[in-house]
């Protein structure tokens, strides 16, 4: 903390000497932003609730706030997509849970668990078939242990060393009967890493294509030689041995390179992948070639189900798929029958068909014919099993924005399917809701299913407010009757599930603007609902802030929104800078663009990404302002993308402007991601703003040429497009103070940390007024408590300086 204020009083010095200290290079140790920032920053967080599927129990799971810098900082393996400890041979962006808790559904009451290891760092939680226990892992020091928690008795018990693989999907899963658990652990025979640092080359790395087109995003971490290649494979290889609640344990499977794995719901039978070679360069792991294996629960070989190739080539479009089949599991009705589809277009959206993909199914002891259930017009996104007499699909096309809902009916043969739903799937205020589900004989979500009715649970959301609902839908007609909805006048209240259909019993949240979300339980006879938990407001200083959502139209007539946040010291009459927050969208049809999805009830939560902070220090706040980018019938979105951006952001502006609120002069916009390239094209097209703050960015589409984003088209054939997109492109127009921000260590696909460092130097280079700030190991979100607390700080700094402050030139 002295050195802290030694720097701030430097700080101060220069600026009074009338030297800008933002414009070089500073040796600036982590900085910790003004208290009324810090108090809302640096709170202790309620706990997460895991809820049981029977519904009588839930475990509460409480975090740290943040990682600390010593954590992120520690050595990690990038391969193929994944970031692995290479001590623990884990993933090394996990996050742990530090404390557990059960909570008691019935009565609300909640027990410590006892047991616990010390200083856990607790991940992987889940739920036993019989929902009683669960397992989940510690992160010792030399790797994962075993863990399972009793949620009767609320103990826990150690069933393993560290010897856990987490380096690839989930460690584990129970065996149905819940007796025990099928683990992957270390082989003994894993070989040590190789240190390309201090490896001799032998040769170059030779890629090449034999013409093939294979325009793949721009993943990051993928493997670069042959040293990554081995260890990927010593990092990803695991044993599949069983291990019993006593402990015992027995071997199961030899040492592969496991993925995932899948009891069918009776138990019988284990559905298990496993990467196989050639690995990629171009491509990550869950493209690499895979083999599905079934196995009896004796680890016998049943049958190899499928084989799917190395995929580094696929046709183009948000909609591609590969042939074959696809999407491989278990119906959640039946003992023991997979399913999955099949592209009936090659996999190609470019390609004219009636039909895009199929759906099968081949019940055990699958020696015979697959059965075909239906032919979808667009791709599977969904199968909701109920019965041999009635389950749901829904396909969707990403194109149109359209989703369909077909009823089946399993056990017949295949007949003509029965459409339910054909909307659009962007259009929130006609969204007839999800599907109640609940867990079956084998513990596996079913429809919820009563003399011929369905149960709908939908958000509500509407011109008129935000007002969750519960619906009963005849499956015969397709008639529904409203049950109940929230009244939407006070607060926010959401349904979690309807817990019990014949005794109608809701399990709901319910929130308000300085009310945080707790668990309620709700009947549908109108009595008041019961509190099941009492967490408190942890943010309690803006507890007074005024919110409210405010709607106003763009020039062109597309309604727009915002939830507008009130400085806490706010006096009428007085004009306030402000700081506007957003993330564009992209729409196929200008209805479904206006639609507001916000509630001002929603409880005020200043996450460590949020705007809301700045109501502490006298700016009006426009958080989630609507940035629609619209392209109907044949035009793209993208094609008219900068117009749209300026107009979006004068809308929102002269709206604000109109209630009195700003000083249109002192107004700044920010974003994360695909906001922050909107926060530079905004800067480098318009005069509307003092100054912007772009967090993780992409600036130069060249970069990313096989599309980003939602564009489909390749640079090569929309050259103009992608060039007028790209700010870096245009960094000679820039004249507004930009913050740029990014995690050294970005994985996102698009943005790298070098779309920063490399608009920066142009930026500058140009004479712009330009800050970039690295945080070091973070990748696209940031979790180090340092990172996140010197962003708010570097935030708050620049919005002091060249928006509240800012000086006007005669």
């Known amino acids: 903390m002295k050195r802290n204020k030694v720097l701030m009083i430097l700080w101060v010095m220069l600026s009074l000497s009338g030297l800008d200290p933002l414009v070089a290079q500073l040796d600036l140790s982590y900085q910790t932003p003004v208290s009324e920032i810090m108090a809302l ?16 129990y839930g475990v509460l799971l409480y975090r740290d706030q943040f990682q600390s810098i010593a954590d992120v900082s520690q050595a990690e393996l990038r391969l193929a997509g994944l970031r692995i400890k290479p001590k623990s041979f884990s993933s090394s962006r996990l996050r742990t849970v530090c404390r557990l808790a059960v909570l008691d559904i019935v009565n609300g009451q909640e027990r410590a668990v ?36 009793n949620v009767e008795t609320a103990q826990v018990t150690k069933l393993t060393e560290d010897c856990i693989n987490g380096a690839l999907e989930s460690p584990f899963i129970w065996f149905q009967d819940g007796s025990a658990l099928l683990v992957k652990i270390h082989p003994p025979d894993r070989q040590t890493l190789i240190n390309a640092a201090e490896m001799v080359p032998t040769g170059p790395t030779v890629s090449a294509n034999d013409g093939q087109k294979a325009q793949n995003m721009t993943f990051q971490d993928l493997l670069k030689n042959k040293n990554d290649e081995f260890n990927f494979e010593q990092a990803a290889r695991s044993l599949l041995v069983k291990v019993e609640l006593s402990g015992k344990r027995s071997a199961w499977l030899d040492a592969a390179l496991y993925k995932d794995m899948e009891f069918s719901p009776d138990g019988k039978y284990v559905l298990i992948s496993n990467i196989e070679r050639p690995f990629s360069y ?32 696929l046709p183009k479009g948000n909609m591609a798929e590969r042939i074959g089949m696809r999407e491989l599991a278990w119906r959640a009705d039946r003992p023991a029958s997979l399913f999955w589809v099949e592209a009936l277009d090659g996999g190609d959206p470019e390609v004219e068909a009636k039909y895009r993909d199929e759906l099968f199914t081949l019940d055990a002891p699958f020696t015979g014919k697959k059965r075909s259930l239906l032919k979808m017009h667009g791709r599977l996104a969904q199968v909701l099993w109920g019965t041999d007499q009635l389950a749901l699909v829904y396909d969707y096309w990403w194109n149109t924005r359209n989703q369909k809902t077909y009823l089946v009916r399993p056990g017949q043969a295949q007949g003509k399917a029965l459409k339910v739903f054909d909307r659009n799937y962007q259009d929130h205020y006609a969204d ?46 397709f008639k529904t009757i409203r049950l109940w909805q929230a009244d939407g006048e006070a607060n926010l209240e959401e349904i979690i599930d309807f817990r019990d259909v014949k005794r109608g019993l809701l399990l709901t949240r319910i929130q308000a603007k300085d009310q945080y979300p707790n668990l309620y339980l709700r009947r549908l006879d109108g009595t008041p609902p019961k509190a099941l938990t009492q967490f408190t407001n942890p943010f309690a200083s803006i507890s007074s802030v005024k919110k409210e959502i405010i709607t106003y139209k763009r020039d062109d007539g597309i309604d727009l929104s915002g939830t507008l946040y009130y400085p806490i010291d706010y006096e009428k009459g007085k004009r306030y800078p402000m700081l506007m927050w957003a993330y564009p969208q992209e729409f196929k049809d200008k209805g479904t663009a206006g639609q507001v999805t916000s509630s001002p009830h929603r409880f005020v939560y200043p996450y460590y990404g949020s705007p809301v902070f700045w109501v502490t220090r006298g700016y009006v706040v426009l958080d989630a302002a609507a940035f629609p980018i619209v392209g109907e019938g044949s035009d793209e979105p993208n094609d008219s993308f900068i117009g749209q951006l300026v107009a979006n952001a004068k809308a929102a502006i002269d709206a604000v402007e109109g209630m009195g609120l700003i000083d249109r002069r002192k107004v700044a916009v920010g974003g994360h991601s695909y906001g922050a390239f909107m926060t530079a094209n905004l800067l480098t097209h318009s005069d509307l703003f003092a100054a912007g703050i772009a967090r993780s960015g992409a600036y130069n589409r060249s970069l990313t040429p096989f599309g980003f984003q939602n564009e489909e088209r390749n640079f090569w054939e929309a050259q103009d497009v992608y060039t007028q997109m790209s700010p870096f492109m245009h960094a000679e127009k820039m004249k507004t103070p930009l913050l740029l921000i990014h995690g050294a260590a970005d994985n996102n696909s698009g943005t790298h940390t070098m779309q920063s460092e490399r608009y920066f130097n142009a930026l500058k280079g140009l004479g712009a007024t330009v800050r970039l700030v690295l945080l070091p190991h973070e990748s696209h979100g940031y979790v180090a408590r340092e990172s996140v607390l010197h962003v708010l700080w570097e935030q708050d700094q620049w919005l002091e300086k060249y928006v509240k402050n800012r000086v006007f030139s005669e």
């Not at 979500?445 to 008129?464: C, K, M, R, T």
């Open 432 to 477: 007839p809701g999800q599907f109640v589900t609940h867990p079956n004989q084998y513990g596996r979500d079913v429809l919820e299913i009563q003399a011929g009715s369905l149960f709908l649970l939908g958000d509500g959301y509407s011109a008129d407010g935000v007002r969750p609902f519960l619906d009963k839908f005849d499956a015969k007609n």
């Open 282 to 313: 171009i491509v990550p792991y869950h493209r690499f070639p895979l083999k599905y294996t079934l196995y009896d629960q004796k680890a016998a070989v049943v049958k190899i189900i499928l084989e799917v190739p190395l995929l580094e080539v």
């Open 41 to 56: 920053a640096d709170v202790t967080m309620p706990p997460q609730v895991l809820l049981s599927y029977s519904r009588d």
């Open 114 to 149: 006892s047991g616990l290891p010390e200083s856990p760092k607790l991940a992987y939680f889940t739920w036993s078939p019989d929902q009683r226990q669960m397992a989940f892992t510690h992160s010792g020091e030399n790797g994962l242990e075993l863990w399972v928690l």
